[in-house]
């Protein structure tokens, strides 16, 4: 099922309605055929300028409806999002060179988050704390924000966005979405056709495709209030340093360099498992993909062996084509980041034990043995389908060299024994850390994110989306008027 060219979107961003966008006209490419499938408008700065003045007049109001008729809202987006799962899963597959599994989880995920996101407005706004001051009612209560920019990548487009979108929406602020050129189709202009059809009033979401220059008029901007960016530490940096300046609430989940540790009692068909998936699902391109192996001595040639031989398995092509376990690399910078870094790291002693052979912006299943702390596939986050290992004596070195990165994102342990395997997690600086299982992990109602150069300490998910998307006001009230001693 496709759209036809005259699809609501083709050249149209969505600033309050479907418009003709400012800036430039960018082709619709499939990363595993380079066809264009389409012609996508993107937003200049005076669009951002626009749609938040927009969601800025659009906002009280909609923070003024009664919870239940937000609710009802973001119900029926639920109940349309599973509506249109084939439409949006064949954008997925053909836009993000996503496998149709893949798709089918992602999408899933996210008619989860929207049955969640629909359950906040009906939670408790506040709380009533005593005072020292006789008559005094002290009244803590959540506000929204106001305006809330979502910066979404376009690995997974539609989760990633939607974890923002969705609770911000539900308390109360007006959002303005940026999705990644790339994944533009998929990851907003169709999610736009739904909210209006789902009743969302005029005004309260805008999408607005673009590049950096879109990015940072849309931070820069003073009428929105919050930014929440998911993307690289390096870009993230920059976001969060603006938003300092200008004292605006930022919420940053950032790259991984993430880490599965093997220790030495470890079931290791159970432990190859689960580093095949968090290594290779969606060819790497994921921030909690497994991207050092950390495998004690004795057990290190035999784990090797395993994991390369589900690698050698897994099978590589057009997602839209047939059955295949990897599509391709979402562009062609990707593509030879990771040739570079696996040639880089086996020319400085690292053994090929399965892949490394690129075909253009397909590349397979790699895995790396004798992997050292010096190598690039160690300290680079590669974001491709490589898995390096590094060997360990103890599980004082393995803590050692888990938090040697910068980066905090996820982290797994596996061993018999649990006793052992907590007392280790509760060591690692990560954000995540999941005993017995892989690294690649999102449930909505768990609080999820970084430590270090993975993120700024915010979350999201469960509870913390409450936190993420609100603020808090104190209210105090007398009865009557009293005097002081002034």
């Not at 988050?113 to 709380?127: F, I, K, L, S, Y």
């Not at 789902?198 to 673009?210: E, F, I, K, S």
């Not at 938003?243 to 360099?257: A, D, F, I, P, W």
């Not at 690649?440 to 994110?449: A, I, M, R, S, Y």
Request: a negative charge; one cysteine or more.
């Amino acid at each position: 099922m496709t759209d036809t060219p005259a699809a609501r979107w083709e050249q149209r961003i969505f600033l309050g309605d479907w418009q003709p966008g400012r800036g430039d006209s960018v082709a619709v490419t499939e990363p595993a055929t380079g066809q264009c499938l389409g012609r996508l408008a993107t937003a200049n700065a005076d669009d951002v300028d626009a749609a938040a003045r927009l969601a800025s007049e659009a906002q009280s109001a909609w923070a003024a409806l009664p919870f239940d008729r937000r609710a009802a809202i973001l119900r029926e987006f639920a109940r349309l999002l599973q509506a249109d799962a084939e439409r949006i899963n064949h954008w997925n597959v053909r836009e993000c060179g996503s496998i149709p599994a893949k798709a089918e989880w992602e999408l899933n995920a996210s008619v989860e988050q929207a049955h969640m996101a629909a359950a906040m407005p009906m939670q408790a706004v506040g709380e009533i704390f005593p005072s020292s001051m006789p008559g005094r009612r002290n009244y803590w209560q959540r506000v929204p924000i106001g305006v809330v920019g979502v910066i979404a990548p376009w690995n997974f487009p539609i989760l990633l966005g939607l974890r923002s979108v969705l609770p911000a929406l539900a308390l109360g602020n007006a959002v303005i979405l940026k999705p990644d050129v790339q994944s533009a189709v998929c990851g907003g202009l169709l999610l736009a056709e739904l909210f209006e059809a789902a009743g969302l009033p005029r005004g309260v979401l805008h999408v607005l495709p673009g590049g950096p220059a879109t990015g940072e008029a849309l931070v820069r901007h003073p009428a929105v209030k919050m930014i929440s960016f998911t993307g690289s530490t390096a870009v993230g940096r920059q976001i969060g340093e603006t938003c300092g300046r200008m004292l605006k609430k930022v919420s940053l989940e950032l790259g991984g360099n993430n880490a599965m540790v093997i220790l030495d009692d470890a079931d290791l068909e159970s432990a190859a498992s689960c580093a095949a998936w968090g290594a290779f699902l969606h060819q790497g391109q994921i921030c909690m993909q497994a991207g050092r192996h950390l495998v004690h001595r004795k057990v290190a040639g035999r784990y090797a062996e395993l994991l390369a031989a589900r690698a050698a398995r897994l099978v590589v092509g057009d997602p839209a084509a047939g059955p295949v376990h990897l599509g391709p690399l979402i562009n062609d910078r990707q593509a030879d980041k990771v040739a570079e870094v696996v040639a880089r790291s086996v020319a400085q002693g690292a053994r090929l034990l399965a892949g490394g052979q690129r075909d253009g912006r397909f590349y397979p299943a790699t895995v790396l043995a004798d992997v050292t702390p010096a190598m690039p596939a160690w300290t680079e986050e590669i974001f491709g389908p490589v898995a390096p290992i590094t060997v360990f004596d103890s599980d004082d070195e393995a803590v050692a060299l888990v938090n040697g990165s910068d980066y905090g994102l996820a982290a797994a342990v596996h061993s018999a024994s649990v006793p052992r395997a907590l007392a280790l997690a509760s060591r690692l600086k990560a954000g995540m850390v999941h005993i017995n299982d892989q690294t690649v992990n999102n449930e909505f109602q768990v609080p999820f994110g970084g430590m270090g150069a993975s993120g700024n300490g915010s979350r999201f998910g469960g509870p913390a989306s409450f936190e993420a998307f609100s603020q808090t006001q104190w209210v105090s009230v007398m009865d009557s008027g009293i005097q002081y001693p002034f």
